[in-house]
Nanobody, 117 residues
Framework: VQLQAFGGGLVQAGDSLRLSCAAS????????MGWFRQAPGTERAFVGA????????SYSDSVKGRFTISRDNAKNTVYLQMNSLKFEDTAVYYC???????????WGQGTLVTVSS
């Protein structure tokens, strides 16, 4: 499974941003998909995940209520809609695929999100 994330950028606190992750490979659609992030000097942390069907989602407490994960299996793409962004959301965001509930078997390259305060 190959993953490619894009959509990062520089935004102001309170703004919204949507990340996308395109998956390819024969079995890509059968995996849960997730987002992780890594801020400078910290370990990579779970952000959220969505089951292969899209029927189940989970989020870290730090983003619950602000971030939404969705997927379009016809396009083999998963999205991370980020609203009410905070300075502390600044990080490199990685998409991943694998077994539910913490999919991290396959990784894409990161995309940088910078939130200015």
């Amino acid at each position: 499974v190959q993953l490619q994330a894009f959509g990062g950028g520089l935004v102001q606190a309170g703004d919204s941003l949507r990340l996308s992750c395109a998956a390819s490979g024969r079995t890509a659609h059968s995996y849960a998909m997730g987002w992780f992030r890594q801020a400078p000097g910290t370990e990579r942390a779970f952000v959220g995940a969505i089951s292969w069907s899209g029927g189940s989602t989970s989020y870290s407490d730090s983003v619950k209520g602000r971030f939404t994960i969705s997927r379009d299996n016809a396009k083999n793409t998963v999205y991370l809609q980020m609203n009410s962004l905070k300075f502390e959301d600044t990080a490199v965001y990685y998409c991943a695929a694998g077994p539910w509930p913490k999919p991290h078997r396959y990784w894409g390259q990161g995309t940088l999100v910078t939130v200015s305060s």
